[in-house]
């Protein structure tokens, strides 16, 4: 059976279409870092989500090669997943300034990959493909306490869900935690290019603290 991480965790990424808490423990990535408008053709963000599959997907077949992982066992590559701000102080996301976003796109690394199995892959699919992934690389992330909800349609729409999330923790004896590097955090669980708008899922995440 191939391990889903989709399907085996679904608390951290099928949460229902209505606001719920969460504790997120730490994770691996395989991480790139950009600026600017997401949609543009040639944008940073387009580039480094083919830099993220090169490299998910050369760890994932590394079985096949010389290069062995301890403890490796057969699994899906987990969703694309985004850290969004902008240099504005606030965790709000200001949807009509898209060249002002500020962005960390993620893939989840299995806990059995380690840096050196990390730093492998990218020299490895470097020397393959004749590219530069010096952009790309390996971040832990402890994101704690947050606030998460299944936002349906298009990305333009979220601040309504988004506005749910924040009304439901205020009800609840939370407030929103945008203290040190702490984002706002997506997961896709739709591909835009075979899916209509409308029907695109997405994890929204926030992150909170009790209220004082």
């Known amino acids: 059976m191939v391990f889903d991480y989709k399907k085996e965790y679904k608390e951290f990424y099928m949460p229902k279409s209505k606001p719920s808490i969460v504790v997120i423990p730490k994770m691996n990535y395989i991480a ?3 600026k600017g408008n997401p949609n543009e053709d040639d944008s940073e963000y387009k580039k ?3 830099l993220l599959y090169a490299i998910a997907f ?3 077949m590394s079985y096949k090669g010389t290069h062995k992982i ?4 057969s699994y899906v590559v987990p969703p694309l997943e985004g850290f969004w701000w902008q240099d504005n102080g606030k965790l709000e996301i200001d949807y009509n300034s898209k060249d002002e976003f500020n962005f960390i796109s993620v893939i989840r690394l299995p806990d ?5 199995d990390f730093d492998w892959a990218v020299k490895e699919v470097s020397n393959k493909k004749g590219a530069d992934f010096s952009k790309v690389e390996f971040l832990t992330y402890d ?3 947050c606030v998460q ?3 349906i349609g298009s990305y333009d729409d979220e601040p309504e869900t988004i506005n749910k999330m924040h009304d439901y923790i205020k009800e609840n004896g939370y407030e929103l935690d945008t203290s040190g590097k702490r984002r706002h955090h997506e997961i896709y669980l739709s591909d835009p290019r075979r899916c209509t708008v409308e029907k695109l899922k997405t994890v ?3 992150p909170i603290k009790k209220m004082k």
């Open 32 to 34: 790139v870092r950009g």
């Open 48 to 50: 480094s989500i083919g």
């Open 58 to 60: 050369t760890i994932k």
């Open 70 to 73: 301890d403890g490796y066992f």
């Open 112 to 116: 059995f990959v380690t840096k050196e």
């Open 143 to 145: 994101e704690g306490l």
């Open 149 to 151: 909800c299944m936002h």
């Open 204 to 206: 929204i995440r926030h």
